[in-house]
């Protein structure tokens, strides 16, 4: 474990969080680590609101940049997902600059457009995991350990258990990874194990992402696609009559790309750390 | 008006349609066609149920090819949208044979991925229009009049305003669009006005598909890009600020696409004929 002070700095590129949210984390980051090894900082723009959004897009961007382009911080950590992380993708990457390199990014669902994108162009330790409003989650002071200590330590039982030194991996939520293929926020996944999630879809609409995203070119040319917890399925009517692994299980084998079984991830408290890109590039702290 | 008698095959890729939506529509062409100028068969796949669709996949595709490859009908006429087109397009573009191509096909909402492939391999008079389970919305016989005018006549009044020789023209459901993009599906729109309409989704889902829709490099070389109708939109928590409009804008102005204004098109008795392609190539029944 390392003994420098690890500065984690939250912002919300989607939805706006409570103080709430920031006082329990703050608290239950404190009992974890009272030695003083690391500090959290929530930027003040995780409490606005906007419509849909913790601030407009402007707002949003700047609040990221200020915080991945101060040397100050070694973690960058999305407060929520949501919706909104989309709209900010092109300011935040043409505004980045050489300290938000050295970095760590960890977020998942809506943020995954920002993973996808800061992973295209480069950055080392971007990863697939809880954000600070999982504490509110049953069981959520197990997702707010877990991040800290990847943030903090790269701890390696905080992995998702197929992660490993063998194949690069990378995992999105299934609807953010369908809206971003064609795109130039379409990450190069070719030789990963794509561990796909979702949450509150019909299953039609499963399908119809799992389709798409099977049926992308560079999508194909995966090591293998996991599925991870598909929950809260809203109701599909009539009956899809097949579930969620039935489902990924007829598009890679209709595609032709690997079914490598489920994946230990999803919007719930278990849901474990997939970093993006070759697991031991992101062994120690970037 | 051509003399010779036009013959319209019914199928459904997708969802299902009842006995009494044929039963209806055959007896509104009657009404309006009596001197025999036209016949409809609805191919008993139509009525078919298997779980979610119109029968299982083999059925829809092969049912599709039935008409679509016998040189005794002209027209191919969608029963209705739901979702599944996306799972028979592959076996329905591998199994098309010579007569297919001289047919006219009319579809739009779900169809939209069978459209799209059509006019991805030539076929000259694909068009984006009512289909016969409109026959039960408020005026539907409307719309029924509309698509039965245009696949036997091809009646100028049945055509989007802004359908002209000066630019080639498609239509697609937006969400359907966002689902073919970056796929061997997603046709080459160069140079095309663009319309798209939606039915039954959040506004944070139809700003997400036109983030995807106009972030896409390919589709930043349409013409320009219409909003039809964004009828029946489900409660955004919060509110998302803006409407349909003026999201559509602002991503043509992110874009660089040029806003075209607004189209008459959607999930509704008004939803006026619009052909992929140039109009004029479609102007004299294929």
Redesign the interface.
Known sequence: MSKVKCRIAVVAPASSISQQVADKVRALAGSLYPDGGMEIFFHPQCFL????FAGNDDTRARAFLDVANDDAYDAVWFARGG?GS??IVEEVIFGLKEPSKRKTYLGYSDGGALLAALYSVGFEATAHGPMAQDILRDGGDVAIKRALAWMVERAPETLEPAVSGSHKTAAFNITVL?????????PNLDGHVLMLEEVSEA??RI???L??IT????IRRVAGIMLGRCSDITP?K?????NEEEVARYWCDKSGIPWLGRADIGHDANNKIVPFGSATRVSTRA
Not at 49 to 52: D, E, R
Not at 178 to 185: E, K, N, V
Not at 238 to 242: A, M
């Open positions: 609101s906007h419509g849909h919706y989309c709209r369908s809206h971003l293929l064609g795109t130039p926020l379409q299953m039609y399908d119809r992402s389709f798409h049926s992308e070119p560079g599909n009539p009956d899809f009559g097949i």
